[in-house]
């Protein structure tokens, strides 16, 4: 889990920046590759669920797309450093991205997530931008935390023994 707080909060910094600036320089082409990109999402989604469950070719298609959907964001503020780094931090967000999509809804709803965050990219839109990303980085946090306990529950706070409640209640009395 430390991997993924790590990544979510590098991402916070990072994405929140770099989805305005691609609101400010977003050109037809960028918005073409990023819809590209969310009709392949959707064609994964379409996939009988019986037929996905677990199926590592559904879980790859879905995370190849989120990943390079971050990538058009990045490709967009023209920056290249900012393409070096998403690039750089692709292998532990396909990991996290992969285990969080087998949650069930994650899926459709970081689909959702990157629909707004295009449109307000397409509107050219950096405030409503950002805050669509933040949004979608808010979602990826809880869903790791969720992850983190189903993979690592917490033990269950200590409770007294019967002995010890009986002579409580003896104490009390």
Known sequence: ??????????????????????????TDSDWETMREILAEQEDALRMDRSTRQGSAHFYQRIG????????????????????????????????VSRRTNEMPGVPEAGLRQ????????????????????????????????ILEEEEHPRPLPHTASSANRKHVATVQR
């Not at 990943?67 to 931090?89: C, D, G, Q, S, Y």
């Not at 295009?118 to 950002?130: H, L, S």
């Open 1 to 26: 889990m430390q991997q993924a707080e790590s990544l979510i909060e590098f991402r916070k910094v990072l994405e929140l920046g770099l989805v305005s600036l691609a609101a400010e320089k977003a």
């Open 64 to 95: 190849d797309a989120n990943i390079r959907f971050h990538k058009a964001v990045a490709a967009a503020t023209r920056n290249p450093l900012a393409i070096m780094v998403l690039e750089a931090i692709s292998a532990p967000l396909r990991e």
């Open 114 to 145: 990157h629909w707004a965050i295009y449109r307000a990219i397409r509107e050219g839109n950096p405030e409503k931008a950002r805050r669509a990303m933040q949004m979608h980085l808010a979602a990826a946090e809880r869903n790791a935390h």
